[in-house]
C-alpha cells in the first residue's frame, strides 16, 4: 500500500508565475490535508479537503491560494503570482474515515526566485 | 498565538537514556493529542496519540503522558536509540468529538542522541 505521495519534490518559480502542488492520498483515504512549514517553524495548517468539497480553508490566505480535491486523481494546492514569502515546504496528509490519524507526504519544497 | 507550545528547540540524551520531550497546549477544548516524528526531507510520522480521557498511553518505547490540568503533555523515549534523531512535534486537535477539527502543531523540537 503506497503511501501519501506528492509531486514535484522541489519546485523553483520565479515571482509572479504559479505553482501547481499535487498530492495523492493513501489507498482508501478520503481527507486530505494541506500544511506549510516555514524554515525554524511548525507545520501550520492550511486547507481540509474530502472529494469533491472543501471542508475547512481556514488557514488558507485568502488570495493567490486554492485548492481542490476532484472526484478522480489528486488533490492540487495551486499558488497565483508566487512572491518570495511563498518559500516553504508544503506537505499533504491523509487520514481514512475510521482514523483521526494523518499521514504524511514527503512534501514539496518550493522555492520563490 | 500559539495554541501548542514546544518550548525547547532542542535536547541532546546519551544512547540508552531516557529522553523527554515536553509540549504545553492553551486550548482546553482540545481532547485528542498526537506526536509525529520528522526526518530531514521527509514527512512527519504519526508517533503515538493520546486522547483526554486518558493519562497515559504506551507504545514500545515511547509513552505519552497527559496532565490535564496543567494542559501538558510529555513524550518519553526509553531506552533512547541512534534512529531517534529526529525532529518531534507536538499536535492536538478538537477532533475527538467532531471529526472535521483541524490538528494543531507545535513547532517541534530536535532530538540528537549521543552516542
Known amino acids: 500500500n503506497a503511501g501519501v505521495m506528492q509531486n514535484p519534490r522541489h519546485l523553483v518559480r520565479r515571482r509572479g508565475q504559479e505553482a501547481r502542488l499535487r498530492c495523492s492520498p493513501m489507498k482508501g483515504h478520503s481527507h486530505v490535508y494541506w500544511y506549510r512549514q516555514l524554515p525554524e517553524e511548525g507545520l501550520k495548517f492550511m486547507v481540509y479537503?474530502?472529494?469533491?468539497?472543501?471542508?475547512?480553508e481556514s488557514g488558507m490566505p485568502k488570495e493567490r491560494f486554492s485548492a481542490e480535491f476532484p472526484k478522480e486523481g489528486p488533490s492540487i494546492l495551486r499558488i497565483q503570482q508566487v512572491v518570495r514569502g511563498d518559500s516553504a515546504a508544503y506537505f499533504c496528509?491523509?487520514?481514512?474515515?475510521?482514523?483521526?490519524?494523518?499521514?504524511f507526504g514527503p512534501g514539496t519544497r518550493l522555492t520563490v526566485t | 498565538d500559539q495554541q501548542v507550545k514546544q518550548n525547547s528547540p532542542s535536547l541532546s540524551v546519551q544512547e540508552g537514556r531516557i529522553s523527554i520531550l515536553n509540549c504545553d497546549y492553551t486550548?482546553?477544548?482540545?481532547?485528542?493529542f498526537l506526536w509525529y516524528k520528522k526526518y530531514p526531507a521527509e514527512g512527519p510520522t504519526f508517533l503515538i496519540s493520546i486522547s483526554s480521557i486518558k493519562d497515559k498511553n504506551e507504545d514500545g518505547r515511547f509513552t505519552v503522558f497527559l496532565n490535564k490540568s496543567a494542559k501538558h503533555l510529555s513524550l518519553h523515549i526509553v531506552p533512547s536509540q541512534p534512529g531517534d534523531s529526529a525532529v518531534y512535534f507536538c499536535a492536538a486537535s478538537e477532533g475527538l468529538m467532531n471529526r472535521d477539527d483541524k490538528i494543531i502543531f507545535g513547532k517541534g523540537t530536535r532530538l540528537h542522541i549521543l552516542p
Open positions: 486550548n482546553s477544548m482540545f481532547d485528542y
Open positions: 496528509a491523509s487520514s481514512p474515515d475510521n482514523s483521526y490519524e494523518q499521514y
Open positions: 479537503l474530502q472529494k469533491e468539497n472543501i471542508i475547512d
